[in-house]
């Protein structure tokens, strides 16, 4: 959701050479959400000019709650530590002060980061395992389809190859497709129905 915050709290780095998700908790002042939106999405726009940057989105837990949960990812930790001690991202945190009451920061690896709830999120917004296998298999099947035809058509030999090398092939190839971009992109456009209270 959104890149850094006003007087964060540091957990401990993240592995280097996995892509990283920031999960930020937010209370924010009803009066201001315009401004609030307006300031984030900059945020966002600013992230998004630095190397790395996989993308972000924020949610509610309901319409009327203040607390605003959002992330953001970048490809390591080393980009991510571009981003987070940039001179753009300190100006741009300047600007948010007075508009974020309180916060909570979390650094986690893989995937599993854009599923997992900040620990200060309510349980209830928490999603569902089968929502989780619903998305990976949304993001994975026309990905690996598409994958399968353009080899068959245009690898020489291809269906001659044995199952396991066919195989090797492609999850090495498809494996950092889905998590670098599939994966993120999926998450992002369905986070509302993911995080839909049950």
Same mark, same amino acid.
């Given at each position: =959701?959104? $890149? ?8 401990? *780095? ?5 892509? #990283?998700?920031?999960? !930020?908790?937010?209370? #924010?002042?009803?009066?201001? !959400?315009?401004?609030?939106?307006? +300031? ?12 790395? &940057?996989?993308? /972000? ?7 009327? /709650? ?7 990812? &970048? ?7 571009? +981003? ?5 991202? *300190? ?11 309180? /916060? ?6 893989? !995937?599993?980061? +854009? ?12 999603? $569902?395992?089968?929502? *989780? ?7 994975? &099947? ?15 030999? +291809?269906?001659?190859?044995?199952? %396991? ?12 497709? =889905? ?15 993911? %995080?839909? /209270?049950?």
């Amino acid at each position: =959701m959104t $890149p850094g915050e006003p007087g964060e709290g540091r957990t401990p *780095q993240a592995d280097p050479g996995l892509p #990283v998700t920031v999960s !930020i908790t937010r209370l #924010v002042d009803p009066a201001r !959400i315009p401004e609030v939106t307006r +300031w984030v999405q900059a945020g966002v726009n600013l992230a998004n000019r630095y190397p790395g &940057f996989l993308g /972000s989105g924020w949610v509610r837990a309901s319409r009327d /709650s203040l607390e605003w949960h959002m992330l953001y990812r &970048f490809a390591d930790e080393r980009l991510l530590a571009a +981003w987070e001690n940039s001179d753009d991202r *300190q100006r741009w945190l300047e600007l948010g002060r007075d508009l974020v009451v309180e /916060s909570r920061v979390e650094k986690r690896t893989g !995937i599993e980061g +854009w599923f997992d709830v900040p620990r200060a999120a309510p349980a209830s917004a928490s999603p $569902p395992r089968w929502k *989780q296998a619903t998305s990976i298999w949304l993001g994975f &099947f026309p990905v690996n389809l598409v994958f399968t035809l353009l080899v068959t058509a245009f690898v020489p030999g +291809w269906a001659d190859l044995p199952t %396991l090398a066919k195989v090797l092939a492609t999850t090495l190839v498809l494996t950092p497709v =889905m998590t670098y971009w599939v994966l993120p992109a999926v998450t992002r456009l369905l986070r509302s129905w993911l %995080l839909r /209270s049950r």
